[in-house]
């Protein structure tokens, strides 16, 4: 088995614990590589090792850091690779177990003793050109200048579903519904269903809601405001500009996050987590 490790970067203890698992499963035998950044700021590694996330050919990727570390390993591997999200961020809605726990879920990893847990995405098409990431949370179409509103139609399967005046737009995956969409008062979509949720941001008109339809769907948004910037942002990790007359698709994505699980479990661990950030 071939392993690779990220780690988050602005934190000591997840760097340390990262060199501690590299270290593990190199006496254990096992190839193991780094990413660069990972690198870059605890520079203890082997540098035969070292490669760029985007290069990254192995069999499991050890996550050690938040969310944010796992969005920026979706963002960036070009293979849609098993990752064990070890926690060091603030909730971690995405990580497996905690650090405490590191150890003994790596020796479950190797012996087997786990299940994959397959999340869809949602791919972005720009004119009909796919030239940003996937999302795994979700995708956001919002005003670049704050306390302005931008005017929005969507369509759903070609249909008018909604025309917003707004301070934006996001749809979301069953995993980004504990995120941004929750907070804009869209509802928590159990990740075993295949739906996505379409969410209104702070809207003028009280009847604009949020709205699940099927992850089949092909959604597509329209900017009516004409003066103002307005921003793509997927995942809270890539921001674009973009144009009054660029056409937006959003469909689901063939690519697919892998997950490492250990418990088929799913109402325990999520409510805990929704309650502490609510």
């Not at 760097?15 to 590299?22: C, E, P, T």
């Not at 190839?31 to 290069?55: A, I, N, R």
């Not at 139609?153 to 579903?161: M, Q, R």
């Not at 009516?224 to 990790?237: C, E, K, M, S, Y």
Request: proline share 5%; glycine share 8%; net charge negative.
């Amino acid at each position: 088995m071939k392993f690779g490790v990220v780690a988050r970067r602005d934190k000591e203890a997840a760097l340390k614990l990262a060199y501690r698992v590299y270290d593990f499963l190199k006496v254990s035998g096992f190839d193991v590589f780094v990413d660069e950044e990972t690198y870059q700021h605890f520079p203890h590694f082997s540098v035969e090792d070292v490669v760029k996330l985007e290069d990254m050919d192995v069999d499991f990727i050890i996550a050690i850091g938040g969310d944010g570390t796992i969005l920026r390993i979706e963002h960036r591997t070009k293979k849609d690779i098993p990752i064990l999200g070890i926690n060091m961020g603030t909730l971690g809605f995405l990580t497996e177990v905690e650090p405490n726990e590191a150890f003994f879920a790596i020796n479950k990893l190797i012996e087997g003793d786990y299940h994959i847990d397959e999340r869809i995405k949602l791919r972005t098409y720009l004119n009909g050109e796919n030239t940003v990431p996937d999302a795994l949370n979700e995708v956001a179409i919002l005003t670049g200048v704050p306390g302005k509103i931008v005017h929005l139609k969507y369509y759903v399967d070609e249909g008018l579903a909604d025309e917003v005046r707004s301070d934006g737009l996001i749809i979301s995956t069953p995993t980004g519904s504990t995120g941004y969409a929750m907070s804009a008062g869209g509802p928590f979509l159990d990740p075993r269903i295949d739906g996505v949720v379409i969410a209104p941001l702070a809207p003028i008109a009280l009847s604009s809601r949020p709205m699940v339809v099927p992850a089949t769907s092909k959604i597509d948004v329209r900017i009516l405001t004409l003066t103002r910037n307005v921003i793509l942002a997927i995942d809270g990790q890539f921001y674009t500009y973009l144009t009054p007359d660029i056409e937006i698709t959003i469909k689901k994505s063939p690519r697919k996050t892998k997950f490492i699980r250990f418990s088929e479990e799913i109402y325990p661990k999520y409510t805990l987590k929704i309650k502490k950030k609510f």
